[in-house]
C-alpha cells in the first residue's frame, strides 16, 4: 500500500507561483511512477503532469507547459509540482498519484490540497 500526502497549497495571486510536494510512504518511490492529476467542482480530474521512475521524459498538459515543472527526489520519496505564473484558470483541488511499475492506472492518490488563483 501507498499513502501519499500533499502539501504546499494555498491563495496566490494571478502570475504568483507556488510549490507542490507529495510525500510518499509505504513503498520507494523510486519503484513508482507519479503524477498529478488537479479537480474543479462539477468536472472530472484533469490530467497535469507526471514523471516516471527513472525521473525521464516528464509529459505535461498543454495548458501548463512552460509554466509548471515536475520533478521528484527519490532519496526524500518526494515529487513536487512548481507552477509559474498562475492563472485563475488554474485554481483547482490538486491530487498527487502513483502507480506501481505493473499497473497502467494510477492507482493511489492522494487527499488532495486547494490551490486558488486569483485575478
Known amino acids: 500500500q501507498v499513502h501519499l500526502v500533499e502539501s504546499g497549497g494555498g491563495l496566490v495571486q494571478a502570475g504568483g507561483s507556488l510549490r507542490l510536494s507529495c510525500a510518499a510512504s509505504?513503498?520507494?518511490?523510486?519503484?513508482?511512477?507519479m503524477a498529478w492529476f488537479r479537480q474543479v467542482p462539477g468536472k472530472g480530474r484533469e490530467f497535469v503532469a507526471r514523471?516516471?521512475?527513472?525521473?525521464?521524459?516528464?509529459y505535461y498538459t498543454d495548458s501548463v507547459k512552460g509554466r509548471f515543472t515536475i520533478s521528484r527526489d527519490d532519496a526524500k520519496n518526494t515529487v513536487y509540482l512548481q507552477m509559474n505564473s498562475l492563472k485563475p484558470d488554474d485554481t483547482a483541488v490538486y491530487y498527487c498519484a502513483a502507480r506501481g511499475v505493473l499497473s497502467t492506472l494510477f492507482n493511489y492518490w492522494g487527499q488532495g490540497t486547494q490551490v486558488t488563483v486569483s485575478s
Open positions: 509505504g513503498r520507494a518511490s523510486s519503484n513508482l511512477d
Open positions: 514523471i516516471s521512475r527513472s525521473a525521464g521524459s516528464p
